[in-house]
């Protein structure tokens, strides 16, 4: 089931971008792999959670020079 995320602009009705916004937003998280994991545990349990239909957020850590 795909959302369209881009549908907050279109919302003119007061209250109803809450109620949106509530229907988006995430019921929760799931830890897909520990740091210390190998690279292909790690591709791999990625691909399985896009492969269920489930979002990814992907932390990561960059040089100060890129901020």
């Keep these: 089931m795909s959302k369209n995320i881009f549908v907050y602009c279109e919302i003119t009705e007061e209250g109803h971008i ?17 740091s210390d994991a190998s690279s292909d545990i790690k591709i791999s349990a990625v691909k399985k959670s896009l492969n269920n239909g489930s979002p990814v957020v992907i932390g990561l850590n960059t040089p100060r020079i890129i901020m």
């Design 18 to 34: 809450a109620d949106v916004s509530l229907e988006l937003c995430s019921k929760g998280y799931n830890r897909l792999f520990n």
